[in-house]
């Protein structure tokens, strides 16, 4: 069992913060596991809440990708687990009366139950999904699919990159839909689930129970389908699928980390088939995106911080949603424990966020030197006439990085990457944002440039 967890907690190292990792995860271990009912031990009841919460799907994935059948898993506080992290265990006893409120506050404020017919998490609604610039096309796409589902966004295909806020929309799609009709039939999954049950039903000679329940279905929803990689037959039985449901106007709704044209191995026809009603994508949100986001999980948990320490958090984290709740959750701890508040926290140096802070004093140099190097190049090369396509794509990225992480003006852009005028620059800066929209290996290439530039 030791190694088994082990295992499972490499694997959902990989998938989150380093911060939220040490928080959520140090010190818990596999207490007992009768038959695929797991109980796994923690330090206090703090820690149930949050893993449940927060890393409840992604604790059953890492345990089935070990082999392990999950079928229900537990989390019970566990004395005797030493915690290397924090030095004494921290219960609702030990806060003073005002916190005890706010803690058990938070306990009321988000409902928290997966519903195993329909597999939907009620926690996440729409009413708790912030809108912001980042999210907004897709948003109002939801929206409408929720006033009139397998109509105009039928399938509904949302991308974006780890932590976004994918799976908190589309499961706010099939709660809010179940809220209008109760008598739907709806089912959301992660695809790893759909082929883990596909393979069972098919080992268990049980491919007709499969069959039916998929295509009694009025609303399904799937998630994370860029891991259909390498699953050749669950592909093709999700395509069969597919195909049944859209004839007869069932919702059908996806959910990748990039567009099906980007995902290795899927087949052409589906791959289209799927965006045929358009992709819709989730971005990055902005600083004022941030800064509503934390204020509205502030007000949900009930949990009192300083307007300058969601500024503070807001501004250094720069990778994603996910993160951002991360630190938030750490402050918020932190403050309880040490019976400071968050702004006091930061402004003394008990925390901080350097992770994903960036240091400012890069300069227009390093950023030509490092773009050039990743395609390549000598600056020379890529700041010339020349249009050869990766060149002239480089230094367009060149021109997007200037402005966007620099904020230099464009007079002073086309001077440092050697062309003729500030209307070229704007053209690359343009043409390199909006391919950002579609262009999922662009996304990925512009963070590994970013990652080197602040290295
Ligand atoms: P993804 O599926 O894209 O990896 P999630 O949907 O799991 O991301 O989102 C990560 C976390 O961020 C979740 O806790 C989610 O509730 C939260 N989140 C994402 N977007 C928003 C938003 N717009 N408003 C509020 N919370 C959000
Ligand atoms: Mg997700």
């Not at 004494?88 to 195993?116: F, G, M, Y």
């Not at 491919?207 to 860029?226: A, Y």
């Not at 909006?434 to 080197?452: G, S, T, V």
């Amino acid at each position: 069992m030791y190694d088994v967890w082990k295992n499972a907690l490499a694997e959902i190292e990989q998938q989150i913060s380093p911060a939220n990792f040490s928080t959520w995860f140090q010190g818990t271990s596999i207490i007992s596991n009768d038959d695929g009912h797991i109980i796994i031990g923690v330090k206090n009841s703090f820690y149930v809440k949050q893993l449940r919460n927060r890393y409840l799907d992604l604790i059953t994935t890492a345990l089935k990708n070990n082999n392990i059948d999950v079928k229900s898993i537990n989390f019970e506080v566990q004395t005797k687990v030493k915690s290397k992290v924090r030095s004494r265990e921290v219960t609702a006893r030990d806060l003073p009366i005002k916190k005890q409120l706010s803690t058990i506050k938070q306990q009321r404020a988000i409902k928290d139950s997966s519903n195993h017919e329909t597999g939907l998490n009620q926690k996440y609604t729409l009413d708790n999904f912030v809108i912001g610039s980042n999210n907004d096309l897709a948003f109002s796409a939801a929206k409408s699919i929720i006033d009139s589902p397998g109509d105009r966004y039928n399938p509904f295909f949302l991308y974006g990159g780890p932590g976004l806020g994918k799976t908190h929309l589309v499961q706010a799609i099939g709660n809010e839909l179940l809220k209008k009709d109760p008598s739907l039939k709806i089912f959301y999954t992660p695809i790893a689930h759909f082929y883990s049950d596909f393979i069972d039903s098919v080992r268990l000679g049980k491919g007709n129970e499969f069959n039916l329940k998929f295509r009694k279905l009025d609303v399904l929803i799937i998630d994370d389908f860029q891991l259909i990689v390498g699953k050749e037959k669950s592909q093709e039985e999700f395509f069969n699928i597919f195909n049944d449901l859209y004839q007869l106007n069932k919702q059908i709704i996806v959910t990748s980390d990039r567009l099906p044209s980007q995902i290795k191995s899927v087949d052409e026809r589906l791959a289209s088939r799927l965006t045929w009603a358009g992709a819709f994508d989730l971005q990055l949100p902005k600083f004022e995106d941030k800064c509503a986001i934390l204020r509205a999980k502030a007000e949900l948990m009930g949990a009192d911080i300083e307007p300058e320490a969601i500024e503070y958090i807001a501004e250094n984290v720069n990778t994603n949603i996910r993160d951002l709740e991360g630190e938030f959750s750490t402050i918020l701890l932190m403050s309880e424990v040490r019976g400071l508040t968050p702004l006091e926290l930061i402004k003394n140096g008990s925390v901080s966020v350097n992770k994903t802070t960036r240091p400012h004093q890069v300069t227009s140099k390093q950023v030509v030197d490092k773009v050039a190097r990743y395609f390549e190049l000598t600056p020379k090369e890529m700041c010339s006439k020349s249009r050869v396509s990766n060149i002239k794509t480089a230094r367009q990225i060149t021109m997007y990085l200037l402005s966007k992480e620099l904020g230099l003006s464009t007079t002073k852009i086309a001077t440092e990457v050697g062309v003729k005028d500030h209307t070229t620059v704007m053209h690359g800066v343009k043409k390199i944002d909006q391919d950002l929209r579609l262009n999922f290996i662009l996304r990925d290439q512009i963070a590994e440039i970013k990652e080197k530039i602040y290295d």
